[in-house]
C-alpha cells in the first residue's frame, strides 16, 4: 500500500534511509527469534524431563508413604508429620537470554527431616519423608523451568508479530511508495523537459 507522502526528493531519501534500517531491524529480529527458539527448544526438553522426574517420585513417595500409613497407627502417624523438624529459605535471582530475564530459585534446607522417635515409626515413612524433601527441591526446579518456558514463549511470540509486521505490511509499504516516488519523479522531470523544449522552441520562432 502506498503511504501518504508527498512525491518529493526529500521525502525520497527519507523513505529509503527508513527501509534501510527497517531491512536492518528486520534481520536482528529475525536472529533475536532465532536465538529465542533454540533456547526454547532447549528448555522444553528440560522442562519435559524434569516433569517426568517429578511425577516418578510422587508416585514413589506415595507409594512409601502408604506403606507407613497401613502400618504406623493414625495419632501416631499425624504426630510426627506434624512437628517441623527442616527450615527451608528460597533464593530468587534471574539470568538474561537475548532481553529476557528468566529466574533461577536455589533451596536451603536447614535441620533434620527425621524429627520423631523411631519406636512407634517404620523405615518406610522415613524412606517417605526423604523422598518427599528431595522432590521438593525437584520441584522448585520444575517451577523455575515452566516459567522461563512461559517466559521465552511470550517474548518469541512478540517478536514474531514484530517480525511479521516489518517483513509483510512496513518494508513492502516503504519499497511501493519509493518507487511510487521515483515514478512520479521521473514524470516530473519528462514534463519539464517538454516544456523547456517549447520554450526554446518559441524563441528561435522570435
Known amino acids: 500500500m502506498i503511504m501518504a507522502v508527498n512525491p518529493t526528493r526529500m521525502e525520497l531519501l527519507r523513505l529509503r534511509k527508513r527501509l534501510m534500517l527497517a531491512r536492518r531491524g528486520h534481520k536482528l529480529l529475525r536472529d533475536k527469534q532465532d536465538e529465542l ?9 528440560r522442562w519435559k ?8 517420585g510422587l508416585v ?11 502400618v504406623i497407627p493414625g495419632y501416631v502417624l499425624y504426630e510426627s ?19 529476557v530475564r528468566l ?9 533434620d527431616p527425621i524429627a520423631y522417635g523411631f ?3 517404620t523405615f518406610s515413612l522415613d524412606k517417605a519423608i526423604l523422598s518427599y524433601l528431595n522432590l521438593f527441591q525437584d520441584l522448585i526446579k520444575l517451577a523455575e523451568l515452566e ?26 509499504n516503504l519499497e511501493e511508495t519509493i518507487k511510487y516516488i521515483f515514478m512520479k519523479l521521473e514524470e516530473f522531470e519528462r514534463g519539464n523537459l517538454v516544456r523547456l523544449m517549447k520554450v526554446k522552441e518559441i524563441v528561435r520562432a522570435h
Not at 506415595?62 to 497401613?70: E, Q, S, T, V
Not at 508429620?81 to 532481553?99: A, D, F, H, N, Y
Open 119 to 121: 519406636v512407634n515409626t
Open 147 to 172: 516459567k522461563a518456558v512461559i517466559l521465552l514463549a511470550e517474548e518469541i511470540k512478540k517478536t514474531r508479530r514484530r517480525v511479521n509486521a516489518l517483513e509483510y505490511v512496513l518494508i513492502p
Open 60 to 70: 514413589q513417595g506415595f507409594g512409601l508413604f502408604l506403606r507407613a500409613f497401613l
Open 103 to 111: 529466574p533461577q530459585f536455589s533451596i536451603e534446607v536447614k535441620g
Open 37 to 45: 527458539l533454540r533456547h526454547f527448544l532447549s528448555l522444553i526438553k
Open 81 to 99: 508429620c506434624i512437628r517441623p523438624g527442616v527450615e527451608t529459605v528460597l533464593s530468587c535471582s534471574s539470568r538474561q537470554i537475548t532481553s
Open 49 to 56: 524431563d524434569a516433569r517426568e522426574g517429578v511425577e516418578n
